[in-house]
């Protein structure tokens, strides 16, 4: 027989477990992306786009291809800021590039977390704040274009509209 504080125990690790298993307890997102391109080619692409987007100009009519900041760059780690244009939320984005097969290739790790601690849902917020900038950039297009993610790698990814958010 086993003591009560041990199933008490047991209960407590299997409903955290259960609860984790449905995504991230705050709204982030982290993407894969795999390209047939050298880095120094994704690297200027995604540096560019974040600088063409710094400004109001692409936040007409709702959207969220704006306000951008670039916080530091180099072929291997871009950080940039995103500010939501409404509600002024900010989002921290980061991209670790690793060159493969004879630096012909890239591997690209992207995250996006909100920096409002309280915030779980986004509306896929964190995904589009990554997405836009690689169909901005065209980067959608590169040869080897491959993208590995999913809903619990990305805070309602799946109910993302990224045209709007």
Not at 59 to 88: E, N, V
Not at 99 to 113: G, R
Request: net charge positive; aromatic share 14%.
């Amino acid at each position: 027989m086993y003591p009560v504080h041990w199933f008490r125990a047991v209960s407590l690790v299997v409903g955290v477990s259960v609860f984790c298993s449905a995504g991230p307890l705050h709204a982030q997102c982290k993407v894969e992306w795999y390209f047939g391109i050298p880095c120094q080619v994704v690297s200027e692409s995604l540096v560019s786009q974040i600088k063409k987007w710094g400004t109001m100009a692409g936040c007409t009519m709702g959207g969220q291809r704006c306000l951008y900041k670039l916080q530091s760059a180099s072929i291997h780690f871009i950080a940039a800021k995103h500010t939501t244009p409404f509600k002024r939320y900010v989002d921290d984005i980061n991209f670790r590039l690793v060159s493969y097969h004879f630096f012909t290739c890239c591997h690209v790790s992207a995250m996006s977390i909100s920096e409002t601690w309280h915030t779980i849902e986004d509306h896929g917020t964190n995904y589009c704040n990554l997405y836009n900038l690689m169909e901005g950039s065209g980067l959608n297009e590169a040869r080897g274009y491959k993208e590995v993610t999913s809903d619990f790698q990305c805070t309602q990814r799946s109910s993302a509209n990224c045209t709007v958010y």
